[in-house]
């Protein structure tokens, strides 16, 4: 009984497809939430790169252990388990390179997994590349608080590139809360902030963070500076790579109105090649005062 049932999985999972394309423009897909939760006066905002919980602790981890990006390797849940204790202390998480649910994360779903252990009420993944077994690259969101809508968005580019659009509060004044991976070419990437530039102009509070894959002087002579979102964090907070950290592409980005506190790259999290950047979010008085107002279910 048991084999067969094995062989039903194998079957099952053999069966999922793979998802290959070439250059496409931006898509979203939206997801409304009936439940409206925002009342806190500050958020702990952490934005993490967890490499798939491959761990990488040198250069040449690349080379010598590009095989982890196929299967899994011993202490993968481990470092996963350890990435949970460290998000536990955080409100809304942004996290890229999450695997869904593939060989080399023993097929778990390490976003599902997260929320659990960390005692998350909300959690989204995002799956921008499918390759079946081989890999289920995703964008993750964990949060304490219910938001009242969540978007997907495929960036402009080649397969693999997105952003989340969240909003807290309410559509009166809400919050705007977006974690985003972007394309390691300026060209690529410049085009993918122009469409999030357009997407995000009308709002008033937008935290953005992410891996950016380029520095701040980057993004300020790119189409995202039209928003004039600032940098929570200064020249000596580096994020890459963990070892020996020379450079900061991870960002968390605050509209003008938004204030920030105990911002800090958690330089003892070496469980991944990139450190996670953590801040603290004020929420504006008009944004609770939204939601507070508008305390009822939203329809579809």
Same mark, same amino acid.
């Given at each position: 009984?048991?084999?067969? *049932?094995?062989?039903?999985?194998?079957?099952?999972?053999?069966?999922?497809? %793979?998802?290959?394309?070439?250059? *496409?423009?931006?898509?979203?897909?939206?997801?409304?939430?009936?439940?409206?939760?925002?009342?806190?006066?500050?958020?702990?905002?952490?934005?993490?790169?967890?490499?798939?919980?491959?761990? @990488?602790?040198?250069?040449?981890?690349?080379?010598?252990?590009?095989?982890?990006?196929?299967?899994?390797?011993?202490?993968?849940?481990?470092?996963?388990?350890?990435?949970?204790?460290?998000?536990? !202390?955080?409100?809304?998480?942004?996290?890229?390179?999450?695997?869904?649910?593939?060989?080399?994360?023993?097929?778990?779903?390490?976003?599902?997994?997260?929320?659990?252990?960390?005692?998350?009420?909300?959690?989204?993944?995002?799956?921008?590349?499918? +390759?079946?077994? +081989?890999?289920?690259?995703?964008?993750?969101?964990?949060?304490?608080?219910?938001?009242?809508?969540?978007?997907?968005?495929?960036?402009?580019?080649?397969?693999?590139?997105?952003?989340?659009?969240?909003?807290?509060? !309410?559509?009166?004044?809400?919050?705007?809360?977006?974690?985003? !991976?972007?394309?390691?070419?300026?060209?690529?990437?410049?085009?993918?902030?122009?469409? +999030?530039?357009?997407?995000?102009?009308?709002?008033?509070?937008? %935290?953005?963070?992410?891996?950016?894959?380029?520095?701040?002087?980057?993004?300020?002579?790119?189409?995202?500076?039209?928003?004039?979102?600032?940098?929570?964090?200064?020249?000596?907070?580096?994020?890459?790579?963990?070892?020996?950290?020379?450079?900061?592409?991870?960002?968390?980005? +605050?509209?003008?109105?938004?204030?920030?506190? !105990?911002?800090?790259?958690?330089?003892?999290? *070496?469980? @991944?090649?990139?450190?996670?950047?953590?801040?603290?979010?004020?929420?504006?008085?008009?944004?609770?005062? %939204?939601?507070?107002?508008?305390?009822?279910?939203?329809?579809?």
């Amino acid at each position: 009984m048991l084999l067969d *049932r094995a062989r039903t999985a194998y079957r099952d999972w053999k069966a999922r497809p %793979a998802g290959f394309s070439f250059a *496409r423009q931006g898509k979203r897909k939206t997801r409304r939430v009936r439940e409206v939760s925002l009342d806190g006066e500050t958020l702990k905002l952490l934005s993490f790169n967890i490499q798939a919980g491959i761990g @990488s602790q040198a250069f040449g981890d690349y080379i010598t252990g590009s095989w982890k990006h196929l299967v899994a390797h011993p202490r993968s849940v481990e470092t996963i388990e350890q990435i949970a204790d460290v998000i536990r !202390h955080f409100d809304v998480v942004g996290l890229q390179e999450v695997d869904g649910g593939s060989l080399r994360s023993r097929n778990m779903n390490q976003l599902v997994h997260l929320a659990s252990k960390g005692d998350f009420s909300f959690w989204h993944q995002q799956l921008n590349r499918n +390759l079946g077994r +081989l890999g289920q690259f995703s964008n993750g969101f964990l949060s304490r608080q219910i938001p009242f809508e969540v978007t997907d968005h495929r960036l402009p580019g080649l397969p693999g590139r997105g952003a989340i659009v969240i909003k807290y509060g !309410h559509p009166v004044q809400p919050l705007v809360v977006v974690v985003a !991976h972007l394309a390691l070419g300026e060209k690529i990437r410049n085009t993918q902030l122009a469409y +999030l530039t357009r997407l995000l102009g009308d709002y008033k509070y937008v %935290a953005m963070m992410g891996d950016f894959n380029c520095r701040l002087e980057h993004l300020a002579a790119s189409p995202l500076a039209d928003l004039g979102l600032q940098s929570v964090q200064a020249d000596n907070l580096l994020t890459y790579p963990s070892w020996s950290p020379d450079r900061h592409i991870d960002h968390i980005l +605050l509209s003008p109105g938004l204030e920030s506190r !105990h911002t800090r790259v958690l330089s003892d999290c *070496r469980l @991944s090649d990139h450190l996670p950047l953590a801040t603290e979010v004020v929420v504006p008085d008009e944004v609770v005062a %939204a939601t507070l107002e508008h305390r009822l279910p939203l329809i579809n």
